[in-house]
């Protein structure tokens, strides 16, 4: 292995722990600790929103960061796309590109839509609608992090390889 291509798998490794461990930090600690701060609903929303917030500046960075750096590392498999259909693990990176076009559109099609609703129904006062949507967004929000689990296990298993 070149040192490049050192350099670019710890660009990627770092990258993928900000955005899967931030994403698990918001849903398993900020999350449930705005329950311990306040018990208004239009108070604990503003709070988590803008985590999630400042959190969208570092995952924007990470994604872009993951797409090129992955990009990169897949660049054999791209030119020999032979590789990719006739070699375990081309087929595992396959299966990891898949995974990842899915979670990145649910997560951004979540966040873009849900997020901005409920905070702008919770400046509204609507609660009810905010609880409403909270539901559907919570479930996308646990099927992306199922999913982010998902390509963890294929990354290291193509690293091991």
Request: hydrophobic residues 55%; without cysteine; positive net charge.
């Amino acid at each position: 292995m070149s040192l490049l291509f050192i350099l670019v798998l710890w660009v990627h490794l770092f990258s993928a722990i900000i955005l899967v461990g931030g994403s698990f930090f918001i849903w398993l600690v900020v999350w449930p600790a705005s329950f311990t701060i306040t018990e208004n609903e239009a108070e604990r929303t503003r709070i988590v929103g803008r985590v999630a917030k400042r959190f969208a500046y570092f995952s924007h960075g990470t994604v872009t960061l993951l797409f090129l750096s992955g990009a990169y590392l897949a660049w054999p498999y791209v030119v020999a796309p032979g590789l990719a259909l006739t070699t375990l693990r081309g087929e595992v990176l396959l299966a990891k590109v898949a995974t990842v076009v899915v979670t990145i559109a649910l997560m951004y099609a979540n966040n873009l839509y849900h997020g901005r609703k409920i905070m702008r129904l919770a400046a509204q006062g609507r609660l009810d609608d905010v609880r409403r949507v909270r539901k559907l967004t919570h479930i996308a929000s646990y099927v992306t992090l199922g999913l982010l689990l998902v390509i963890t296990v294929l990354g290291a298993t193509l690293v091991a390889l």
